[in-house]
């Protein structure tokens, strides 16, 4: 199609694919060892991008058959307890079609996704610990639109922008000048003809060679699940430790030499070691020294997600553990002073005694 020659830009006929990525947090941990040798889902070969560091690549899976979704893309397992699914949807529309199908494609593929992760998590839960489907999902979509030779990114976003932020942030409704300008201002590319619009629930990806950046996409949909799913079991834990009254601790801890009893800051401490781990873990699981342009996507990406501001609540969190702990510590630490003091008195009054009988039997 000409584009000059076309009297109403909004009828132009584009094509691409949307990708619908979604995670699920179905448990503690998942032995994918043991679910290469022993578990009946089928498992696939994947070349995960050259961004993420080895000892992170997760375990690609087929959904078990039969399975009734002709857009599955790719499914993996992660061995912090993740599933994570991705779907791609080709179409050769218009934006203006793709905005008003977009929401109700979105809402068919939650469906289908809860559908397709629980078949996967009945085939694996023998070989997951604290197995639960499930405790918290997360969901981003990515339109990826193929480029125009006659239009590039700056025409893009004269004649589209409004219905693309529209379509990012799944409104029926046109948004305001205020709020499309203020999605439109993190646009970023690397060519010239290359435009990347990063939001909170979808992104705007105007590339034909969008492949490697996929991964990060998936990636951080993935970080965001575990993130809420750490800060939500630490505000259980601490409400917890709170409703229980962790001062009122029982008398035994106070004794030397002998065992500790069970109480909600095991938990917590336990908690925090896992969650230490695996935070860690994800955070260093990219390496993108050198790579300008993508470690400014992923940034870009982990600012819209909120992902500094999920690290930043849950190391408050642990904080507040560290606190606890050091109080409880104190508290046991004199108590046990006092105990000793009191003991020690008690005995020499004893012996004033033993020596006084003694004293009056001669």
Known sequence: MNIKASTNKTDLIFTGNIFIFQAFDIGDDINLEKIR???????????????????????SIDLPHPYNSSKFESA??????????????????????IRKELTVLDAEFQEQSVSDAGSVF????????????????????????????????????????VIITDMLRFETETLSEHQKNEILSSAIGYYRGDLFII???????????????????????????????FDRMLDKQLTKVYQQQVGQLPFKVYLPFIGTTKDPLEALNVLKVE?????????????????EYISE?????????????????????LSIIKEINSVRQNKIDAR??????????????IELIVGILHLMKN
């Open 199 to 229: 939001d909170t629930q979808a992104a705007f990806v105007y590339d034909e060679d969008y492949q490697e950046v996929l991964d990060l996409f998936e990636f951080a949909n993935i970080q965001q699940l575990e993130l809420q799913y």
């Open 297 to 317: 996507l992923y940034s870009l990406l982990v600012d819209k997600l909120d992902i500094n501001n999920w690290k930043a609540a849950i190391d408050d969190k």
């Open 275 to 291: 969650i230490s781990v695996i935070t860690e873990r994800l955070k260093s699981s990219i390496k993108l020294a050198g790579e």
């Open 122 to 161: 009945r085939s694996i839960k023998n070989y997951v610990k604290q197995a639960r489907f499930f405790h918290l999902r997360t969901t981003y979509v990515v339109i990826q639109v193929d480029t125009q030779d006659q239009m590039d990114t700056v025409e893009l976003k004269e004649h589209f922008g």
């Open 76 to 97: 993996s397992l992660h061995s912090f307890g993740v599933i994570s699914l991705v779907y791609k949807i080709p179409f050769k529309d218009t934006l203006e079609s």
């Open 37 to 59: 040798q022993f578990s009946p889902i089928l498992i696939r070969s994947r070349n995960l991008s050259k961004y993420f560091k080895n000892y992170h690549t997760p375990l």
């Open 336 to 349: 046990r002073e006092d105990l000793l003091s009191v003991l020690i008195i008690v005995l020499i009054f």
